[in-house]
């Protein structure tokens, strides 16, 4: 199966800043992909070179099987985009929105059409309410209804989550869930790693236009941050020597929890079996699966916080 | 077609929904119009107050007063004689007053025996500034001057002049100001209105929004252009229907009017888009648009005649394109004037295409 997005050497350039800088990447159909990555880590610019917003400096990419260059004509109706901050028009209803948006795609939508829209994103009860009075969260989730609008095979979804609370943050999640399972192609930009981690079938990290690293979240785990790690808290000094005494490679952090990494299940077994026979005075042990943070830490040497990096 | 309709119907609805909108398109021009014609119905039949302090009080100075009563310009008033007249008049606010000096019949008579070598004095104290002054001292000096004819015997070598209205014969000032008010409305609506459009649509990203859909610039150009021109002439005929059911006013609505309408739609429109290009935000659009537009409404003839202006402001006058769509909307509502109509109408459209492409090209929804 050709895939829905093909791009190659994708560059773009503002002066001296390379915003996208030799990006190569192939989205299968019926996946989410995310691009995970700080504030100006190019990720929009990237989505906005597929959206055919922006002109590539260089580089080739092809959306649906057309190259964006050429007959974006072709790709325009049959993608859908949420953009970054989206802002729904402050005095239409989400129904007349999505009608006007319907329009605009040449479609013939009518209230009933737009109702079921409206249903499907879990926003039927707002449906007549003006777009300023809606929350943040159903602001987002009436951008998903009106790109959905034209029934489109490839959704852009940039940063849809950004600036929402917990709860609303996962109820969005739930409705890409959904999204996916009826089989359409997602391209999510996010900074959130958990975000990434939960929803996505591939992620690419980028970092200063360039990607850092691509596979599915278990693959970046596993070849960034290790596999699992034992936690055994209050081991102190003692436990740490204890266990290197037995050839357990350990180290010890400044609360006096001791930390044992273990790449894969094998060495676990092995490891574990070392552990029963060690009496130690423990307060707790527990064992801890590395995530996006710890590959996006070992792989920019920061931490990410709202986009901005930290350390 | 079917976008630029979708477009125009959302664009409409969002707009009336603003109440501001709805305000200046339909509001604002009823009320300038029942303003004004509040104002001005009465212009010719209103007199002043003249407060007098004679201190003749003889037959003479009773006639002079009887006689400027006469003319309904203005109405006689006494003021007592026991006052300093000046002090009177700063203290009671006067624009005029009237001082006959004790001694005035003598002072005729004489004037009389001598053939004019001693006159008779009269003293009107006031503020010049005012126009009501000016009224004033020209009445005056009419009366006089019939009195002195009546005295001496003699008949006037001039007849009255002979009076033909150039515009319908019940033609009054708000008549006039009307197409003034039209021309305002349109400029007001869309250029104020498309540049804080332009701007809010910019940093808002709906332009970006917009460009994700099958939806092409110069299709929502149209739309915009579309409901302008709509909102307009529905406003035209709203504002003409109150001014002739309050005030009577006598005007031609033809399809020149119409003309004017639509090239003054897409004229100040495509001005806004420009100036919605280049401002940041809503607030600075609406600021620039005020900067341009406030003096172009007083001094393009939307309010008074412009020959009454200084002749440099004359000259600024012809520069600004307002001045073509009140003069041409007066042409055509009021005068029936079609080749001065059609002189202005060129000028308003030249200038409406020239800002339009203009306008096109500055904006843009797409990054770079």
């Known amino acids: 199966m050709r895939p829905v997005i093909e791009i190659e050497g994708l560059v773009k350039t503002y002066g001296d800043l390379h915003a996208v800088d030799r990006l190569s990447l192939s989205v299968p159909g019926g996946t989410v992909f995310s691009l995970l990555g700080p504030n100006g880590a190019g990720k929009t610019t990237t989505v906005e070179i597929l959206e055919g917003l922006r002109q590539p400096t260089a580089g080739t990419a092809r959306v649906l099987g057309h190259d964006i260059r050429e007959d974006y004509a072709e790709i325009r109706g049959r993608i859908g985009v949420l953009p970054q901050d989206f802002e729904p028009f402050d005095r239409l209803t989400p129904t007349e929105a999505v009608v006007y948006w319907g329009r605009l795609f040449n479609k013939d939508v009518g209230k009933e ?45 940039d940063e849809p989550t950004t600036g929402l609370d917990p709860k609303a943050r996962r109820d969005l999640w739930g409705l890409i869930r959904r999204l996916r399972g009826e089989g359409r192609t997602i391209v999510l930009t996010t900074h959130y790693l958990e975000e990434a981690e939960q929803l996505s079938d591939d992620v690419l990290i980028m970092h200063k236009g360039k990607a850092i690293a691509q596979g599915t979240p278990e693959e970046l785990v596993a070849k960034s941050a290790g596999m699992t790690t034992i936690v055994m808290r209050g081991a102190g000094e003692a436990g740490l020597n204890e266990l290197q005494r037995r050839g357990i490679a350990a180290e010890i952090e400044s609360d006096g929890d001791v930390l044992v990494h273990v790449a894969n299940p094998a060495e676990m077994r092995i490891v574990l079996a070392k552990l029963a026979s060690i009496e130690l005075p423990l307060k707790d042990m527990y064992t801890k699966r590395g995530t996006l943070e710890d590959v996006f830490l070992r792989l920019v040497g920061a931490t990410m916080d709202e986009g901005v990096l930290q350390g | 077609m079917n976008k630029i309709l979708a477009d125009t119907i959302a664009f409409g609805r969002q707009y009336l929904r603003s109440k501001v909108g709805a305000f200046f398109t339909f509001i604002f021009p009823i009320l300038l119009v029942l303003l004004f014609g509040a104002v001005f119905s009465q212009t010719g039949t209103a007199s002043i107050d003249m407060p007098v302090q004679d201190l003749d009080d003889s037959g003479m100075s009773r006639a002079f007063l009887d006689a400027l009563n006469n003319t309904t310009v203005v109405r006689v008033s006494m003021i007592p004689t026991d006052v300093a007249i000046r002090d009177y008049a700063i203290e009671h606010s006067l624009t005029v007053a009237l001082f006959i000096p004790a ?175 280049f401002s940041k935000d809503p607030e600075s659009a609406s600021a620039l648009a005020n900067a341009i537009g406030f003096p172009m409404m007083f001094l393009s003839g939307s309010f008074w005649d412009v020959t009454t202006m200084p002749d440099y402001m004359q000259t600024i006058a012809k520069g600004l394109p307002l001045t073509y769509l009140s003069d041409g909307l007066r042409d055509t509502l009021v005068y029936g004037n079609l080749d001065r109509a059609l002189g202005n109408l060129a000028v308003v459209s030249v200038v409406a295409a020239a800002l339009f492409v203009l306008g096109a090209r500055v904006m843009s929804w797409k990054e770079r």
């Open chain 1, 113 to 157: 059409d737009a109702r079921k829209i409206l249903e499907e994103v879990g926003l039927l009860h707002r449906a007549n309410l003006q777009g300023l009075r809606l929350s943040g969260g159903e602001k987002r989730r009436l951008g998903i209804a009106m790109s959905l609008v034209g029934q489109p095979e490839l959704l852009f979804l």
């Open chain 2, 103 to 277: 001694g005035f019949e003598d002072a005729v008579f004489t004037s009389l025996a001598t053939n004019g070598t001693v006159q008779a004095n009269l003293t009107l104290y006031g503020d010049v500034s005012q126009p009501s002054f000016g009224v004033a001292i020209g009445v005056i000096e009419a009366v006089a001057d019939q009195m002195s004819f009546a005295l001496v015997g003699a008949t006037p070598v001039f007849a009255p002049p002979q009076v033909i209205p150039l515009a319908p014969e019940r033609f009054g000032a708000l008549d006039y100001l009307l197409p003034g008010i039209v021309g305002m409305t349109v400029m007001f609506n869309t250029l104020y209105i498309m540049a804080a459009v332009c701007a809010e649509y910019r940093s808002r990203k709906y332009f970006k929004l917009l460009a994700t859909t099958t939806l092409t610039k110069s299709e929502w150009l149209a739309s915009k252009i579309l409901w302008f021109t709509l909102s307009m002439v529905l406003s035209l005929l709203v504002t003409l229907a109150v001014a002739i059911a309050a005030f009577g006013v006598e005007i031609r609505f033809d399809l020149l009017t119409l003309a004017f309408i639509v090239s003054g739609s897409v004229l100040f429109a495509s001005l806004g888009m420009l100036l919605g290009s």
